[in-house]
């Protein structure tokens, strides 16, 4: 039975992608076998993308795997991050909460400005544009879509920052 090319270079790379699995697994807690599956198709990927003459292959897999990986373990994290201070919006989709934390976010939220108050409404409680991309999309992404939506309003785009700084330096 012959081997086929492909074949033997994964045999030489199984243990790269192994490595790579098992570390980012000891820093993330991600399955080391999910990992390791989608090692196997980031080889794959890797080794029809490879260029010979700009970097070794196991230089262009442990690249790929780290972005892969880092890629994963990113968006299994927003999806999985529960902060106490986000308890309200928790709250509404889960039985079980901390009182405690539900009671000191409210507080925070007691002492901020109407406009700030506003804004977190609006993440808490908001239209449907809004509450589909909450945890799905960066941060950075969910302010740029918050701040059009209140612009749409009549709100200054000074305005907007100001109530932004103001929950940042709440949380």
């Known amino acids: 039975m012959r081997i086929s090319t492909k074949d033997k270079l994964y045999k030489d790379h199984f243990r790269l992608i192994q ?8 820093t993330t807690g991600f399955p080391t076998d999910e990992l390791i599956s989608e090692g196997d198709v980031v080889f794959m990927d890797a080794v029809a993308t490879w260029d010979a003459s700009a970097a070794m292959l196991s230089t262009w897999l442990h690249r790929k795997l780290n972005q892969r990986f880092f890629n ?3 968006k299994e994290a927003i999806f999985t991050k529960c902060d106490c201070e986000q308890i309200d919006f928790v709250e509404s989709h889960h039985k079980e909460f901390d009182p405690v934390c539900t009671t000191r976010f409210n507080d925070m939220l007691g002492k901020l400005s109407k406009e700030a108050k506003e804004v977190a ?3 808490l409680d908001g239209p449907s544009e809004v509450l589909d991309i909450i945890g799905t999309e960066p941060p950075k992404i969910l302010r740029g879509i918050l701040s059009k939506h209140l612009q749409k309003q009549g709100w200054s785009y000074a305005k ?3 109530a932004f700084k103001e929950i940042r330096e709440a949380l």
Request: net charge positive; proline share 0%.
């Open 121 to 123: 409404k609006i993440i």
């Open 160 to 162: 907007v920052l100001s």
């Open 72 to 74: 994963l373990t990113k």
């Open 19 to 26: 490595e790579r699995a098992i570390a980012f697994n000891k």
